[in-house]
């Protein structure tokens, strides 16, 4: 086999963890937050990842939950959910797979 085929085969698994996504929850977490006019301002939810150790990319609303996309210190790509009234992390995902829940908490409302 030639050296420059053996070297595509050896490096195939790595290119394949770089082109997979870096974190997807299922879509169905429920903060159960009630109204948004007592919910603390989105960029509160910055300092609460900053405090996690995390660099923030992105923060947004998603449904009734602050939804963070982050990088941890080590560099692995996250996503957390907060709750918007209390910014208690409820939720973390690391490439589609659960790595954090706070007790009791039931994503699905």
């Known amino acids: 086999m030639p050296i420059a085929r053996l070297s595509l085969l050896a490096l195939a698994p790595a290119l394949a963890l770089l082109a997979a996504p870096a974190a997807h929850a299922d879509g169905n977490v429920r903060c159960n937050a009630g ?3 007592k919910w603390k301002p989105l960029k509160q ?4 990842a900053f405090l996690e150790g995390w660099t923030v990319q992105k923060a947004q609303v998603e449904g009734d939950c602050y939804e963070v996309y982050a990088r941890t210190e080590s560099g692995q790509a996250i996503e957390a959910f ?7 992390k409820l939720i973390v995902y690391r490439r589609g797979r659960e790595i954090f829940r706070a007790p009791g908490f039931k994503p699905e409302g």
Do not use: A, E, I, S
């Open 45 to 48: 939810v910055h300092k609460q």
């Open 82 to 88: 907060f709750h918007p009234v209390t910014l208690q």
């Open 35 to 37: 109204p948004q006019d």
